[in-house]
Protein backbone atom coordinates (compact mmCIF):
# COMPACT_ATOMS: atom_id res chain seq x y z
CA UNK A 1 0.00 0.00 0.00
CA UNK A 2 0.97 3.33 -0.61
CA UNK A 3 0.36 6.86 1.20
CA UNK A 4 0.46 10.60 0.63
CA UNK A 5 1.21 12.95 3.21
CA UNK A 6 -0.19 16.45 3.09
CA UNK A 7 0.64 19.22 5.30
CA UNK A 8 -1.88 21.48 6.97
CA UNK A 9 -1.20 24.85 8.28
CA UNK A 10 -2.44 26.00 11.86
CA UNK A 11 -2.35 29.72 11.59
CA UNK A 12 -3.12 30.00 15.76
CA UNK A 13 0.03 28.12 16.63
CA UNK A 14 2.37 28.90 13.87
CA UNK A 15 3.12 24.92 13.28
CA UNK A 16 1.87 22.88 10.60
CA UNK A 17 0.45 19.17 11.04
CA UNK A 18 1.77 16.21 8.93
CA UNK A 19 -1.26 13.79 8.24
CA UNK A 20 -1.13 10.75 6.24
CA UNK A 21 -3.90 9.52 4.09
CA UNK A 22 -4.48 5.86 2.95
CA UNK A 23 -4.31 5.69 -1.04
CA UNK A 24 -5.95 2.44 -1.28
CA UNK A 25 -8.29 -0.18 0.84
CA UNK A 26 -8.28 0.59 4.31
CA UNK A 27 -6.24 -2.19 6.61
CA UNK A 28 -8.47 -4.92 7.95
CA UNK A 29 -8.48 -4.13 11.95
CA UNK A 30 -6.88 -6.69 14.08
CA UNK A 31 -8.65 -9.06 16.01
CA UNK A 32 -9.01 -8.45 19.96
CA UNK A 33 -9.33 -11.81 20.66
CA UNK A 34 -6.82 -12.99 23.72
CA UNK A 35 -4.29 -15.41 22.52
CA UNK A 36 -4.74 -18.97 24.09
CA UNK A 37 -3.39 -19.75 26.69
CA UNK A 38 -1.14 -22.54 28.43
CA UNK A 39 -2.09 -25.78 30.77
CA UNK A 40 0.01 -27.46 33.08
CA UNK A 41 -1.18 -30.96 34.60
CA UNK A 42 0.30 -31.32 37.83
CA UNK A 43 0.58 -34.18 39.85
CA UNK A 44 -0.20 -33.13 43.42
CA UNK A 45 0.70 -36.31 45.99
CA UNK A 46 -1.87 -39.26 46.54
CA UNK A 47 -3.29 -37.78 49.72
CA UNK A 48 -0.87 -35.39 51.01
CA UNK A 49 -0.42 -32.64 49.13
CA UNK A 50 2.91 -31.30 49.89
CA UNK A 51 4.97 -34.42 48.10
CA UNK A 52 5.03 -31.87 45.36
CA UNK A 53 7.91 -31.59 42.53
CA UNK A 54 10.29 -28.83 42.32
CA UNK A 55 8.88 -27.87 38.94
CA UNK A 56 5.21 -27.73 40.59
CA UNK A 57 6.06 -25.37 42.97
CA UNK A 58 7.34 -23.19 40.00
CA UNK A 59 4.64 -23.29 38.26
CA UNK A 60 2.13 -22.62 41.14
CA UNK A 61 4.05 -19.58 41.80
CA UNK A 62 3.28 -17.67 38.18
CA UNK A 63 -0.18 -19.72 37.88
CA UNK A 64 -3.48 -17.13 37.20
CA UNK A 65 -5.92 -19.78 37.70
CA UNK A 66 -5.27 -23.31 39.34
CA UNK A 67 -7.69 -25.84 39.20
CA UNK A 68 -8.02 -28.56 41.86
CA UNK A 69 -9.98 -31.54 42.78
CA UNK A 70 -9.44 -31.94 46.94
CA UNK A 71 -9.58 -29.02 49.54
CA UNK A 72 -6.29 -30.23 50.08
CA UNK A 73 -5.06 -28.80 47.11
CA UNK A 74 -6.20 -25.15 47.47
CA UNK A 75 -3.73 -24.82 50.83
CA UNK A 76 -0.85 -25.12 47.85
CA UNK A 77 -1.94 -22.13 46.50
CA UNK A 78 -0.16 -19.27 48.56
CA UNK A 79 -0.29 -16.61 45.35
CA UNK A 80 -3.41 -14.15 44.08
CA UNK A 81 -4.37 -16.72 41.87
CA UNK A 82 -8.09 -17.87 41.12
CA UNK A 83 -8.53 -21.28 42.89
CA UNK A 84 -11.58 -22.85 41.35
CA UNK A 85 -12.45 -26.17 42.74
CA UNK A 86 -13.49 -29.14 39.87
CA UNK A 87 -13.67 -31.66 42.73
CA UNK A 88 -17.39 -31.42 43.01
CA UNK A 89 -20.57 -29.88 41.79
CA UNK A 90 -23.05 -28.37 43.86
CA UNK A 91 -24.67 -31.36 44.52
CA UNK A 92 -21.54 -32.66 45.92
CA UNK A 93 -21.57 -35.39 42.71
CA UNK A 94 -17.92 -36.32 41.40
CA UNK A 95 -16.92 -34.14 38.45
CA UNK A 96 -16.62 -36.33 35.27
CA UNK A 97 -13.49 -36.14 32.79
CA UNK A 98 -15.44 -34.48 30.50
CA UNK A 99 -16.64 -31.69 32.83
CA UNK A 100 -13.51 -30.71 34.30
CA UNK A 101 -12.09 -30.83 30.63
CA UNK A 102 -14.46 -28.26 29.96
CA UNK A 103 -13.18 -25.91 32.64
CA UNK A 104 -9.64 -26.43 31.85
CA UNK A 105 -10.49 -25.50 28.20
CA UNK A 106 -12.45 -23.09 29.29
CA UNK A 107 -9.90 -20.82 30.97
CA UNK A 108 -7.11 -21.83 29.01
CA UNK A 109 -9.10 -19.71 26.01
CA UNK A 110 -9.28 -16.68 28.11
CA UNK A 111 -5.44 -15.90 27.98
CA UNK A 112 -4.84 -17.46 31.17
CA UNK A 113 -1.77 -20.11 32.63
CA UNK A 114 -3.63 -22.35 34.02
CA UNK A 115 -2.51 -24.84 36.46
CA UNK A 116 -4.54 -28.03 37.15
CA UNK A 117 -3.47 -30.01 40.08
CA UNK A 118 -4.34 -33.76 40.04
CA UNK A 119 -4.21 -36.33 42.65
CA UNK A 120 -1.35 -38.34 42.61
CA UNK A 121 0.32 -38.54 38.86
CA UNK A 122 -1.80 -36.92 35.64
CA UNK A 123 -1.27 -40.11 33.52
CA UNK A 124 -1.42 -42.76 35.52
CA UNK A 125 -5.17 -43.72 37.40
CA UNK A 126 -5.96 -40.26 36.45
CA UNK A 127 -8.01 -38.20 34.05
CA UNK A 128 -4.98 -35.99 32.66
CA UNK A 129 -5.42 -37.62 29.33
CA UNK A 130 -8.48 -36.79 28.73
CA UNK A 131 -8.38 -33.66 29.62
CA UNK A 132 -4.86 -33.28 27.79
CA UNK A 133 -6.86 -34.82 24.77
CA UNK A 134 -8.96 -31.87 24.91
CA UNK A 135 -6.86 -29.26 24.88
CA UNK A 136 -5.05 -30.66 22.20
CA UNK A 137 -8.50 -30.63 19.99
CA UNK A 138 -8.85 -26.67 21.26
CA UNK A 139 -5.60 -26.03 19.84
CA UNK A 140 -4.15 -25.27 23.67
CA UNK A 141 -0.40 -25.97 24.73
CA UNK A 142 -0.07 -28.21 27.57
CA UNK A 143 2.55 -29.52 29.93
CA UNK A 144 2.62 -33.01 32.03
CA UNK A 145 4.25 -32.85 35.41
CA UNK A 146 4.56 -35.74 37.03
CA UNK A 147 3.50 -36.83 40.48
CA UNK A 148 4.25 -39.07 42.70
CA UNK A 149 1.61 -41.76 41.94
CA UNK A 150 -0.63 -43.55 44.61
CA UNK A 151 0.61 -46.61 43.46
CA UNK A 152 4.06 -46.16 44.66
CA UNK A 153 3.19 -43.89 47.61
CA UNK A 154 0.38 -45.47 49.43
CA UNK A 155 2.70 -48.84 50.47
CA UNK A 156 5.70 -46.78 50.74
CA UNK A 157 3.85 -44.19 53.56
CA UNK A 158 2.49 -47.97 54.87
CA UNK A 159 6.30 -49.40 55.38
CA UNK A 160 5.32 -52.04 52.25
CA UNK A 161 7.99 -52.17 49.61
CA UNK A 162 6.66 -52.95 45.93
CA UNK A 163 10.39 -54.86 45.26
CA UNK A 164 13.11 -56.04 47.42
CA UNK A 165 15.94 -58.54 45.82
CA UNK A 166 13.83 -61.48 46.61
CA UNK A 167 10.94 -59.64 44.71
CA UNK A 168 12.04 -58.26 41.71
CA UNK A 169 8.24 -58.02 39.93
CA UNK A 170 5.10 -56.62 40.62
CA UNK A 171 1.81 -56.21 39.15
CA UNK A 172 -0.90 -53.68 39.21
CA UNK A 173 -4.70 -54.21 38.93
CA UNK A 174 -7.92 -51.88 38.78
CA UNK A 175 -10.24 -54.21 40.54
CA UNK A 176 -13.19 -52.15 39.75
CA UNK A 177 -16.16 -53.52 38.38
CA UNK A 178 -14.12 -55.64 35.93
CA UNK A 179 -13.70 -59.02 35.32
CA UNK A 180 -10.35 -60.26 36.15
CA UNK A 181 -8.84 -63.65 35.30
CA UNK A 182 -6.94 -64.36 38.05
CA UNK A 183 -5.66 -67.32 37.28
CA UNK A 184 -3.25 -65.32 35.67
CA UNK A 185 -1.98 -63.99 39.07
CA UNK A 186 -1.24 -67.61 40.42
CA UNK A 187 1.97 -66.94 41.37
CA UNK A 188 4.22 -65.07 43.65
CA UNK A 189 4.48 -62.20 42.38
CA UNK A 190 3.72 -58.97 44.20
CA UNK A 191 -0.11 -58.04 43.12
CA UNK A 192 -0.95 -54.05 43.88
CA UNK A 193 -5.26 -54.01 43.89
CA UNK A 194 -6.98 -50.65 43.49
CA UNK A 195 -10.71 -49.84 44.19
CA UNK A 196 -10.64 -53.69 45.89
CA UNK A 197 -12.67 -52.91 49.36
CA UNK A 198 -15.72 -53.91 48.05
CA UNK A 199 -15.01 -57.23 46.65
CA UNK A 200 -11.86 -58.05 48.50
CA UNK A 201 -13.61 -61.06 49.85
CA UNK A 202 -14.31 -62.02 46.50
CA UNK A 203 -10.84 -61.39 45.02
CA UNK A 204 -9.10 -62.96 48.12
CA UNK A 205 -11.22 -66.32 47.19
CA UNK A 206 -10.31 -66.32 43.79
CA UNK A 207 -6.60 -66.08 44.52
CA UNK A 208 -6.74 -68.93 46.90
CA UNK A 209 -8.67 -71.09 43.65
CA UNK A 210 -5.90 -69.85 41.68
CA UNK A 211 -3.63 -71.87 43.81
CA UNK A 212 -1.93 -69.02 46.33
CA UNK A 213 -1.63 -70.12 49.66
CA UNK A 214 -4.17 -68.97 52.17
CA UNK A 215 -2.05 -67.77 54.38
CA UNK A 216 -0.16 -64.65 51.31
CA UNK A 217 0.09 -61.88 53.64
CA UNK A 218 -2.13 -58.99 52.43
CA UNK A 219 -1.97 -55.27 53.55
CA UNK A 220 -4.83 -52.45 52.89
CA UNK A 221 -4.38 -48.89 53.60
CA UNK A 222 -6.55 -46.68 53.12
CA UNK A 223 -6.62 -42.36 53.04
CA UNK A 224 -2.68 -43.26 52.43
CA UNK A 225 0.35 -40.28 53.22
CA UNK A 226 -2.59 -38.34 55.63
CA UNK A 227 -2.47 -38.72 59.14
CA UNK A 228 -6.06 -40.85 58.77
CA UNK A 229 -3.87 -43.48 57.03
CA UNK A 230 -4.75 -46.94 58.35
CA UNK A 231 -3.16 -50.42 57.31
CA UNK A 232 -4.65 -53.98 58.19
CA UNK A 233 -2.59 -56.77 57.60
CA UNK A 234 -4.11 -60.17 57.66
CA UNK A 235 -3.93 -62.95 54.86
CA UNK A 236 -6.31 -64.18 52.03
CA UNK A 237 -7.96 -66.52 54.23
CA UNK A 238 -8.96 -63.57 57.00
CA UNK A 239 -8.42 -60.11 54.97
CA UNK A 240 -12.33 -59.87 53.92
CA UNK A 241 -13.64 -59.99 57.93
CA UNK A 242 -10.44 -58.13 59.22
CA UNK A 243 -11.37 -55.23 56.83
CA UNK A 244 -14.92 -55.55 57.66
CA UNK A 245 -13.89 -55.36 61.53
CA UNK A 246 -11.50 -52.37 60.99
CA UNK A 247 -14.43 -50.18 58.67
CA UNK A 248 -12.22 -50.04 55.84
CA UNK A 249 -13.39 -47.87 53.08
CA UNK A 250 -12.26 -46.83 49.76
CA UNK A 251 -9.97 -45.03 48.58
CA UNK A 252 -7.11 -47.70 49.80
CA UNK A 253 -4.64 -49.66 48.32
CA UNK A 254 -4.15 -53.64 48.70
CA UNK A 255 -0.91 -55.00 48.30
CA UNK A 256 -0.84 -59.14 48.22
CA UNK A 257 2.24 -61.00 48.48
CA UNK A 258 4.81 -62.59 50.64
CA UNK A 259 6.86 -58.62 50.70
CA UNK A 260 4.14 -57.58 52.92
CA UNK A 261 6.36 -59.17 55.51
CA UNK A 262 8.75 -56.28 55.73
CA UNK A 263 6.24 -53.62 56.77
CA UNK A 264 6.63 -55.10 60.89
CA UNK A 265 10.35 -53.47 60.47
CA UNK A 266 9.94 -51.00 57.95
CA UNK A 267 6.79 -48.99 59.29
CA UNK A 268 7.67 -45.23 59.87
CA UNK A 269 5.20 -43.17 59.27
CA UNK A 270 2.21 -44.63 61.59
CA UNK A 271 4.70 -45.27 64.27
CA UNK A 272 5.48 -41.81 64.39
CA UNK A 273 5.27 -40.65 68.51
CA UNK A 274 2.01 -38.25 67.72
CA UNK A 275 0.47 -39.92 65.01
CA UNK A 276 -3.14 -39.24 64.24
CA UNK A 277 -3.15 -37.13 67.15
CA UNK A 278 -5.26 -33.55 67.24
CA UNK A 279 -3.36 -31.00 68.68
CA UNK A 280 -5.16 -27.64 69.59
CA UNK A 281 -2.96 -24.99 69.96
CA UNK A 282 -4.38 -21.52 71.36
CA UNK A 283 -2.45 -19.25 68.61
CA UNK A 284 -3.12 -17.74 65.65
CA UNK A 285 -2.07 -19.48 62.55
CA UNK A 286 0.57 -16.99 61.86
CA UNK A 287 1.76 -17.52 65.17
CA UNK A 288 2.17 -20.91 65.20
CA UNK A 289 2.82 -21.85 61.66
CA UNK A 290 6.84 -23.08 62.19
CA UNK A 291 5.22 -25.14 65.27
CA UNK A 292 2.34 -26.62 62.94
CA UNK A 293 4.91 -28.04 60.50
CA UNK A 294 6.79 -29.34 63.39
CA UNK A 295 4.26 -31.22 65.20
CA UNK A 296 3.39 -32.22 61.27
CA UNK A 297 7.09 -34.18 61.27
CA UNK A 298 5.92 -35.86 64.61
CA UNK A 299 2.45 -37.38 62.18
CA UNK A 300 0.07 -34.71 64.45
CA UNK A 301 -2.50 -32.35 63.04
CA UNK A 302 -2.57 -28.83 64.63
CA UNK A 303 -5.65 -26.63 64.95
CA UNK A 304 -4.83 -23.27 65.80
CA UNK A 305 -7.86 -21.49 68.38
CA UNK A 306 -6.70 -17.51 68.97
CA UNK A 307 -7.40 -16.54 72.22
CA UNK A 308 -6.39 -12.86 72.38
CA UNK A 309 -7.01 -10.43 69.99
CA UNK A 310 -4.48 -6.90 69.66
CA UNK A 311 -5.93 -4.22 69.79
CA UNK A 312 -4.45 -0.57 70.04
CA UNK A 313 -4.15 1.50 72.90
CA UNK A 314 -7.17 3.52 74.40
CA UNK A 315 -5.02 6.11 75.03
CA UNK A 316 -2.76 6.71 71.64
CA UNK A 317 -0.94 10.30 72.55
CA UNK A 318 1.62 8.28 74.94
CA UNK A 319 2.60 6.09 71.99
CA UNK A 320 2.63 9.11 69.60
CA UNK A 321 5.10 10.98 71.95
CA UNK A 322 7.53 8.28 72.16
CA UNK A 323 7.50 7.96 68.40
CA UNK A 324 8.56 11.47 68.32
CA UNK A 325 10.74 11.76 71.21
CA UNK A 326 12.52 8.80 69.42
CA UNK A 327 12.76 10.67 65.98
CA UNK A 328 14.08 13.57 68.12
CA UNK A 329 17.20 11.30 69.42
CA UNK A 330 15.86 11.23 73.24
CA UNK A 331 16.68 7.42 73.49
CA UNK A 332 19.86 5.19 73.55
CA UNK A 333 17.62 2.02 73.56
CA UNK A 334 14.57 0.34 71.84
CA UNK A 335 13.59 -2.87 73.81
CA UNK A 336 10.44 -4.96 72.09
CA UNK A 337 9.32 -7.79 74.04
CA UNK A 338 7.28 -9.43 72.14
CA UNK A 339 6.44 -9.86 68.45
CA UNK A 340 3.43 -7.36 68.58
CA UNK A 341 5.55 -4.53 70.28
CA UNK A 342 7.09 -4.65 66.87
CA UNK A 343 4.49 -4.51 64.71
CA UNK A 344 2.91 -1.80 66.72
CA UNK A 345 5.98 0.31 66.59
CA UNK A 346 6.05 -0.19 62.67
CA UNK A 347 2.03 0.85 62.21
CA UNK A 348 2.83 3.76 64.29
CA UNK A 349 5.76 4.17 61.75
CA UNK A 350 3.60 4.02 58.67
CA UNK A 351 1.23 6.27 60.08
CA UNK A 352 3.80 9.25 60.36
CA UNK A 353 6.10 7.79 56.99
CA UNK A 354 8.66 6.86 58.64
CA UNK A 355 10.36 3.73 57.96
CA UNK A 356 13.55 1.86 59.55
CA UNK A 357 16.37 4.66 59.15
CA UNK A 358 14.44 6.77 62.33
CA UNK A 359 16.22 4.39 64.25
CA UNK A 360 19.70 5.43 62.83
CA UNK A 361 21.94 5.82 66.11
CA UNK A 362 19.57 3.76 68.24
CA UNK A 363 20.35 0.47 69.79
CA UNK A 364 18.05 -2.37 69.81
CA UNK A 365 17.04 -4.96 71.90
CA UNK A 366 14.82 -8.23 71.40
CA UNK A 367 13.40 -10.39 74.00
CA UNK A 368 14.10 -13.68 72.15
CA UNK A 369 14.65 -14.76 68.14
CA UNK A 370 11.11 -14.99 67.61
CA UNK A 371 11.14 -11.35 68.40
CA UNK A 372 14.78 -10.57 66.36
CA UNK A 373 13.03 -12.63 63.43
CA UNK A 374 10.23 -9.63 63.42
CA UNK A 375 12.91 -6.94 63.76
CA UNK A 376 14.99 -8.48 61.04
CA UNK A 377 11.91 -8.26 58.64
CA UNK A 378 12.03 -4.69 58.72
CA UNK A 379 15.57 -4.71 57.40
CA UNK A 380 17.21 -4.00 60.97
CA UNK A 381 19.38 -5.93 63.16
CA UNK A 382 18.84 -6.35 67.07
CA UNK A 383 22.06 -5.32 69.03
CA UNK A 384 20.94 -7.12 72.12
CA UNK A 385 19.26 -10.62 72.52
CA UNK A 386 19.16 -13.00 75.28
CA UNK A 387 22.14 -15.36 75.47
CA UNK A 388 20.34 -17.07 77.91
CA UNK A 389 16.88 -17.59 79.01
CA UNK A 390 14.72 -16.05 76.27
CA UNK A 391 12.39 -13.88 78.54
CA UNK A 392 12.84 -10.67 80.29
CA UNK A 393 15.05 -12.06 83.03
CA UNK A 394 17.19 -12.86 80.34
CA UNK A 395 17.38 -9.96 78.72
CA UNK A 396 18.11 -8.06 82.25
CA UNK A 397 21.00 -10.76 82.52
CA UNK A 398 22.71 -9.54 79.25
CA UNK A 399 21.73 -5.80 79.55
CA UNK A 400 24.76 -3.65 79.91
CA UNK A 401 24.69 -1.18 83.06
CA UNK A 402 24.14 2.69 81.89
CA UNK A 403 28.20 4.54 81.98
CA UNK A 404 28.11 8.01 81.84
CA UNK A 405 31.02 8.24 79.96
CA UNK A 406 29.78 6.01 76.92
CA UNK A 407 26.58 6.44 77.04
CA UNK A 408 24.87 9.84 75.76
CA UNK A 409 21.76 9.17 76.83
CA UNK A 410 20.32 7.55 80.03
CA UNK A 411 16.77 6.66 78.36
CA UNK A 412 15.24 3.50 77.05
CA UNK A 413 12.25 3.17 75.36
CA UNK A 414 10.06 0.04 76.09
CA UNK A 415 6.36 -0.67 73.80
CA UNK A 416 4.67 -2.98 75.36
CA UNK A 417 1.52 -4.94 76.11
CA UNK A 418 -1.48 -3.29 78.71
CA UNK A 419 0.08 -5.69 80.86
CA UNK A 420 2.56 -5.40 83.45
CA UNK A 421 6.24 -5.67 82.64
CA UNK A 422 7.68 -4.31 86.26
CA UNK A 423 10.57 -6.99 86.07
CA UNK A 424 11.94 -5.38 83.31
CA UNK A 425 11.29 -1.86 84.19
CA UNK A 426 12.61 -2.50 87.38
CA UNK A 427 15.67 -4.14 86.41
CA UNK A 428 16.44 -1.70 84.19
CA UNK A 429 16.30 1.05 86.65
CA UNK A 430 18.70 -0.82 89.13
CA UNK A 431 21.36 -0.68 86.06
CA UNK A 432 20.77 2.93 86.03
CA UNK A 433 18.70 3.44 83.00
CA UNK A 434 15.78 5.35 82.78
CA UNK A 435 12.50 3.92 81.42
CA UNK A 436 9.46 5.09 79.03
CA UNK A 437 7.68 2.24 79.77
CA UNK A 438 4.63 2.71 76.97
CA UNK A 439 1.72 0.96 76.22
CA UNK A 440 2.10 -0.12 72.51
CA UNK A 441 -0.92 -2.30 71.88
CA UNK A 442 -3.65 -4.03 74.50
CA UNK A 443 -4.62 -7.52 74.58
CA UNK A 444 -8.15 -8.66 74.85
CA UNK A 445 -9.38 -11.85 74.86
CA UNK A 446 -10.61 -13.47 71.83
CA UNK A 447 -14.30 -14.34 70.75
CA UNK A 448 -15.10 -17.53 71.13
CA UNK A 449 -14.28 -20.43 68.69
CA UNK A 450 -16.89 -22.03 66.70
CA UNK A 451 -19.13 -24.65 68.64
CA UNK A 452 -17.87 -27.84 66.90
CA UNK A 453 -14.82 -26.74 68.63
CA UNK A 454 -15.50 -26.03 71.75
CA UNK A 455 -17.71 -29.08 71.77
CA UNK A 456 -14.30 -30.79 71.08
CA UNK A 457 -12.32 -28.78 73.33
CA UNK A 458 -14.94 -30.26 76.18
CA UNK A 459 -15.20 -33.96 75.42
CA UNK A 460 -12.01 -35.10 74.78
CA UNK A 461 -11.70 -35.03 70.98
CA UNK A 462 -8.66 -33.14 70.82
CA UNK A 463 -5.15 -35.30 72.09
CA UNK A 464 -3.95 -32.86 73.52
CA UNK A 465 -3.51 -28.97 73.86
CA UNK A 466 -0.07 -27.15 74.06
CA UNK A 467 -0.31 -24.29 76.74
CA UNK A 468 2.61 -21.12 75.69
CA UNK A 469 1.85 -18.72 78.49
CA UNK A 470 -0.64 -18.46 81.45
CA UNK A 471 -2.77 -15.92 79.78
CA UNK A 472 -3.50 -19.10 76.85
CA UNK A 473 -4.40 -21.23 79.75
CA UNK A 474 -7.20 -18.65 81.34
CA UNK A 475 -8.50 -17.09 78.03
CA UNK A 476 -9.02 -20.64 76.52
CA UNK A 477 -10.94 -21.55 79.64
CA UNK A 478 -12.97 -18.62 79.31
CA UNK A 479 -14.05 -18.79 75.46
CA UNK A 480 -14.20 -22.88 74.91
CA UNK A 481 -14.20 -24.18 78.14
CA UNK A 482 -12.10 -26.43 79.99
CA UNK A 483 -10.19 -29.19 78.29
CA UNK A 484 -11.63 -32.90 78.97
CA UNK A 485 -9.54 -35.04 81.51
CA UNK A 486 -8.32 -37.50 78.71
CA UNK A 487 -6.93 -34.50 76.74
CA UNK A 488 -2.77 -34.54 77.41
CA UNK A 489 -1.89 -30.89 78.56
CA UNK A 490 1.69 -29.75 77.44
CA UNK A 491 2.82 -26.45 79.12
CA UNK A 492 5.81 -24.13 77.86
CA UNK A 493 7.31 -23.46 81.65
CA UNK A 494 6.44 -23.81 85.23
CA UNK A 495 4.39 -20.61 85.81
CA UNK A 496 2.36 -21.89 82.71
CA UNK A 497 1.77 -24.91 84.36
CA UNK A 498 0.81 -23.58 87.73
CA UNK A 499 -1.82 -21.81 85.85
CA UNK A 500 -3.01 -24.84 84.31
CA UNK A 501 -3.39 -26.67 87.97
CA UNK A 502 -5.16 -23.84 89.44
CA UNK A 503 -7.63 -24.22 86.49
CA UNK A 504 -8.18 -27.86 87.24
CA UNK A 505 -6.19 -29.27 84.94
CA UNK A 506 -3.53 -32.34 85.40
CA UNK A 507 -0.24 -31.01 83.10
CA UNK A 508 1.29 -33.98 81.42
CA UNK A 509 3.99 -32.60 79.97
CA UNK A 510 6.52 -29.43 80.67
CA UNK A 511 9.36 -28.16 78.51
CA UNK A 512 12.66 -27.80 79.46
CA UNK A 513 12.70 -24.25 78.05
CA UNK A 514 10.32 -21.22 77.24
CA UNK A 515 10.25 -22.58 73.47
CA UNK A 516 7.40 -23.57 71.59
CA UNK A 517 10.07 -26.22 69.63
CA UNK A 518 10.92 -27.55 72.54
CA UNK A 519 7.23 -28.11 74.20
CA UNK A 520 6.68 -29.83 70.47
CA UNK A 521 9.73 -31.89 70.80
CA UNK A 522 8.50 -32.82 75.01
CA UNK A 523 5.17 -33.99 74.10
CA UNK A 524 6.43 -36.07 71.12
CA UNK A 525 8.94 -37.86 73.68
CA UNK A 526 5.68 -38.22 76.01
CA UNK A 527 3.44 -39.80 72.68
CA UNK A 528 6.92 -42.34 71.68
CA UNK A 529 6.70 -43.35 75.79
CA UNK A 530 3.46 -44.10 75.86
CA UNK A 531 3.36 -46.38 72.90
CA UNK A 532 6.37 -48.23 73.82
CA UNK A 533 4.16 -49.07 76.79
CA UNK A 534 1.37 -50.19 75.09
CA UNK A 535 3.19 -52.38 72.79
CA UNK A 536 5.22 -53.81 75.91
CA UNK A 537 1.72 -54.32 77.51
CA UNK A 538 0.49 -56.13 74.23
CA UNK A 539 -2.06 -53.66 73.99
CA UNK A 540 -3.19 -51.53 70.73
CA UNK A 541 -2.15 -48.56 70.12
CA UNK A 542 -4.85 -45.98 70.57
CA UNK A 543 -4.70 -42.02 70.85
CA UNK A 544 -5.71 -39.89 73.70
CA UNK A 545 -8.89 -38.55 72.31
CA UNK A 546 -9.78 -42.75 71.82
CA UNK A 547 -9.93 -43.52 75.69
CA UNK A 548 -12.41 -41.28 76.47
CA UNK A 549 -15.46 -43.45 77.32
CA UNK A 550 -12.79 -45.43 79.36
CA UNK A 551 -11.94 -42.91 81.67
CA UNK A 552 -15.06 -42.07 81.78
CA UNK A 553 -16.52 -45.54 83.33
Request: proline content about 6%; hydrophobic content about 40%.
Amino acid sequence: MTARQTTTPQSRKGKTLTTTTAMEAPVTPVSTAPALGQVSFVGAGPGDASLLTVRATELLATADVVITETPEQALLVTTDAETIDAGRDNDGNELTAAARSKLVVKHAKAGKHVVRLMVGDPFTYATGPEEALACHKAGIGFEIVPGVSSVSAVPAYAGVPLTSKQHREYTVVSVGDASIDWSEHADDDTLVLLSAVARIGEVAKALIAAGRPETTPVAMTRVGTTTEQTTVVSTLKTIAADAKAAKMTSPAITVVGDIVGMREALSWFETKPLYGWRILVPRTKEQSAGLAQRLRGFGAVSEEVPTISVEPPRNPQQMDKAVRGLVEGRYEWIAFTSVNAVKAVREKFDEYGLDARAFSGLKIAAVGEKTAEAIAQWGIRADLIPSGEQSARGLLEDWPPYDDLLDPINRVFLPRADIATETLVAGLIDLGWEVDDVTAYRTVRAAPPPAPTREAIKSGKFDAVMFTSSSTVRNLVGIAGKPHQSTIIACIGPATAKTAEEHGLRVDVLAEKPSVEVLADALAEFGAQRRDAFIEAGDPVTKPSQRTKRRKS
